[in-house]
């Protein structure tokens, strides 16, 4: 029960963050638009970050190469007197994405006994096949064991 209490105010936090899918990091990256938009040049956000020029160009360039840290991007951030926003945005509501795995490990425990029944010449028809991963689906969903997410 406070499993599925702490699980639910995990969820919830996740399902609160704003649509970001629309915000898409600029070709040039956020360092050198933010910093052009404010008409400051390499040479002026270096001073401002406690870095050399060349070290703020190559700042810019790890950052459109997906190569930047997240303490360098807090530095830039300070020094600019921004925030610095850090998140993994689910592509879907957590619950659903839930279901899916819960479904997808109930699909293959209920197959892996099946194929032993149709082995022993007892296999079930389609409709309760159906229902019995339904039912294991729903199980796993109120147990929520670990090994859901083991493959």
Known sequence: MMKHIILEQYQAKLD???????IVRP???????????LGMSASQLAS??????AQASQ???METE?????????????ALDCELYYALVPRQPIADYLHQQARKK?????????????LEDQQLPAVRLQKQIDAETERLLREMPRELWNE
Not at 27 to 37: L, N, P, S, V
Not at 106 to 118: C, P, T
């Open 106 to 118: 109930a699909k293959m425990l209920v197959d892996k006994a099946h194929i032993q029944m149709v």
């Open 16 to 22: 609160q963050l704003p649509d970001l899918k629309g």
């Open 48 to 53: 401002r970050v406690g870095i050399g020029k």
């Open 27 to 37: 070709r040039e990256g956020w360092i050198r638009t933010f910093r052009k938009a």
């Open 66 to 78: 997906d190569r930047i840290t997240l303490k360098q991007l807090r530095r830039v951030a300070e």
């Open 59 to 61: 700042m810019e360039r």
